[in-house]
């Protein structure tokens, strides 16, 4: 099968899977990753490989198109200056500043600039589709994607959902009058949690404090100075709480961490193993 075959395939997946949705009320991303793991397991499909250039030049140029289709043309002409500044200088700033930390700490210029290039541009289609999901009745779940753009870290990752569905609800009803729809601090330690646990299968194993469940939790200081006084507990969790303010960790009951300490964890030899990991990385020749 050519690459012309396997993208009529996709269209069409695509087309149907959308078409299904909106009759039966099911979520189109479970109904297209339910079709891809379908093709994916076709032997039709087995050897083959989609190129590079039908991703660049075919699909990305279709998902920015959608972005520009949807973006709010106020908001960019009232903020263009900002826009230019950051999407390009500032981008072409950060690949240049990353280059040469990565020089400095040894890397060759070529692999340097190809690590900046990798890390300055930032992600027109990566905005979260919250509102979308809830629209149809979804509790969506939160997890990590890349670490490139955000800390790895669900305190940092509900902050910014957070923020981004705020300004998104915001946005959508300037002007118009509307009611906005504004996720509160609940919602986005609910997404963390229970619906996190949901969405990966472990809803009736993890993910909230119930009887029968595995007790996978963490306990967090709320006096420390970067978040006291401890008013409203969620709050102090999701706006005032970082990494830092664990103080302890228990998987399956289990201890992991205890007064702020890791247990059972060889520190210099886990980061050595992950220096040699990301040495190899960066070392092996593309072929």
């Not at 520009?68 to 700033?93: C, D, K, P, W, Y």
């Not at 990301?278 to 593309?286: E, F, Q």
């Amino acid at each position: 099968m050519d690459s012309l075959e396997l993208i009529v395939v996709v269209a069409v997946a695509v087309l149907l899977m959308g078409r299904l949705s909106r009759r039966t009320g099911l979520s189109e991303p479970l109904l297209l990753l339910a079709v891809g793991a379908v093709v994916g397991l076709t032997p039709s499909f087995a050897s083959f490989a989609l190129s590079p250039d039908v991703v660049l030049f075919l699909f990305l140029p279709a998902l920015l198109y959608w972005e520009a289709l949807t973006s709010s043309v106020r908001e960019i002409r009232n903020n263009f200056r900002s826009i230019a500044l950051q999407s390009t200088g500032l981008v072409l700033a950060t690949a240049v500043a990353v280059a040469a930390v990565a020089h400095a700490l040894g890397y060759g210029w070529p692999i340097a600039f190809v690590l900046g290039a990798v890390l300055a541009p930032t992600d027109a289609a990566a905005v979260p589709a919250v509102d979308e999901a809830l629209a149809v009745g979804i509790r969506p779940g939160l997890s990590i994607d890349v670490e490139v753009a955000l800390a790895s870290d669900l305190f940092t990752q509900m902050r910014a959902l957070l923020a981004i569905q705020r300004m998104r609800a915001v946005n959508a009803a300037y002007g118009t009058g509307g009611e906005l729809s504004r996720i509160t601090t609940h919602d986005v330690l609910d997404f963390a949690t229970l619906q996190g646990a949901r969405t990966n299968g472990l809803g009736d194993v993890t993910g909230s404090l119930t009887p029968g469940k595995k007790a996978d939790l963490l306990v967090v200081q709320a006096e420390d100075l970067n978040n006291m006084p401890l008013n409203d507990p969620i709050g102090t969790l999701v706006l005032g709480s970082d990494a830092r303010n664990i103080t302890a960790v228990f998987v399956n009951g289990q201890p992991r961490k205890w007064d702020g300490q890791v247990l059972d964890v060889n520190l210099p030899e886990l980061r050595a193993e992950v220096s040699a990991s990301r040495d190899h990385v960066l070392n092996t020749p593309v072929k």
